[in-house]
């Protein structure tokens, strides 16, 4: 699973503060996010270069798009298309009230299970594909949320019981100081079911982790760390002019 930390606050002079760690095969090879698609100009993301998708990426207009497997659906299935094409997909849009609008429309028995996270300065949503009927959509409340492989702010979810209240308990970060967070991102303590930074074993950990940010005029700042957060350093990805 992945995990997505979201706080929206749509008055802020940082309306949205996203978090993420990538929690993925250490085999599985992929590029750090850049504009990599020429026929999608504008969209930097994270590039899988098994299916050719992403787990999350940005376009020039200030839409965030991220996808998380649903709980036990770790991998490709046969006669499924790729999950990682929907944030792709998503970012085709100019909003992100338009970009989730977008992904209801489609058949979500194409796909293996999935969250969406999908958001702007102006709005943020939610989205869950169960491989039957249409993706659904809700809209996220503003105040601070963490999506993992199960509804959001479940606290059935072990890690979201343990890590929600930490980041919730800490001051919102204003960037370019992250504060706490970059610190709970790197968090590895624990057994292993809680961890949201997950600790190589049988050949899955975390793999790369985001800071980002929009303002409220739409300007966009993206930290990446290119491995596990604490272990590789977060510097700024080049965004699209």
């Not at 250490?26 to 996010?33: A, F, I, N």
Request: with cysteine; glycine share 10%; hydrophobic share 45%.
């Amino acid at each position: 699973m992945c995990t997505v930390v979201l706080s929206f606050e749509p008055e802020n002079a940082w309306p949205l503060l996203l978090a993420a760690n990538r929690d993925e095969m250490l085999h599985r090879p992929w590029q750090s996010p850049a504009e990599h698609w020429p026929d999608r100009p504008g969209v930097v993301a994270g590039r899988d270069l098994t299916a050719g998708g992403t787990w999350m990426g940005v376009n020039r207009a200030g839409v965030v798009a991220a996808v998380l497997n649903r709980k036990n659906t770790l991998g490709p299935a046969p006669g499924k298309r790729s999950r990682g094409e929907l944030p792709l997909l998503a970012l085709a849009a100019e909003t992100a009230e338009e970009a989730a609008s977008f992904i209801i429309r489609l058949d979500a028995a194409d796909y293996r299970s999935f969250n969406m996270v999908v958001a702007d300065r102006a709005g943020a949503f939610w989205l869950r594909g169960t491989e039957t009927g249409r993706p659904e959509m809700w809209g996220i409340a503003p105040g601070l949320h963490m999506v993992t492989a199960r509804d959001p702010d479940d606290l059935a979810s072990p890690r979201i019981a343990r890590h929600l209240p930490r980041f919730r308990a800490r001051f919102r970060p204003v960037p370019p100081d992250w504060g706490a967070w970059a610190t709970l991102l790197a968090d590895s303590e624990g057994p292993p079911e809680t961890q949201i930074n997950i600790a190589p074993r049988g050949g899955f950990g975390t793999v790369s982790a985001s800071l980002l940010a929009i303002d409220r005029m739409g300007g966009i700042t993206w930290l990446f760390a290119a491995g596990a957060p604490g272990a590789a350093p977060f510097t700024p990805v080049a965004l699209a002019a």
